[in-house]
């Protein structure tokens, strides 16, 4: 059973920086296409990046395109989110995610989730 522990998330000022990190269990890690979503309090649940197996490709939502970063780290069965220029709209419980193929598709649900990291940014 894989499972994906996220961590980084916490209390930020506006126009402030956080990297969140999610580190994946098994060793099939380097086979799937990553993401990160996010749930704003009252709001549904939005993508916010994904990339493929082996980041040649990356995709973010419009919101936060030129602000946040997706990596990963395959050695490490790791994937980041580098959270730049953070606004108060920002604020939400920041969901790691494993796709179900090697190429991130916008369209199909991930089959894995994390618990979860708050980030609060204040303004």
């Known amino acids: 059973q894989v499972q994906l522990v996220e961590s980084g998330g916490g209390l930020v000022q506006a126009g402030g920086s956080l990297r969140l990190s999610c580190a994946a269990s098994?060793?099939?890690?380097?086979?799937?296409?990553m993401g990160w979503f996010r749930q704003a309090p009252g709001k549904e649940r939005e993508f916010v990046a994904g990339m493929s197996w082996r980041g040649g490709n990356t995709y973010y939502a419009d919101s936060v395109k030129g602000r946040f970063t997706i990596s990963r780290d395959n050695a490490k069965n790791t994937v980041y989110l580098q959270m730049n220029s953070l606004k108060p709209e920002d604020t939400a419980v920041y969901y790691c995610?494993?796709?179900?193929?090697?190429?991130?598709?916008?369209?199909?649900?991930?089959?894995?989730w994390g618990q979860g990291t708050l980030v609060t940014v204040s303004s």
């Open positions: 995610a494993r796709a179900k193929a090697r190429r991130w598709d916008p369209v199909e649900a991930p089959g894995v």
């Open positions: 098994g060793r099939t890690f380097s086979n799937y296409a």
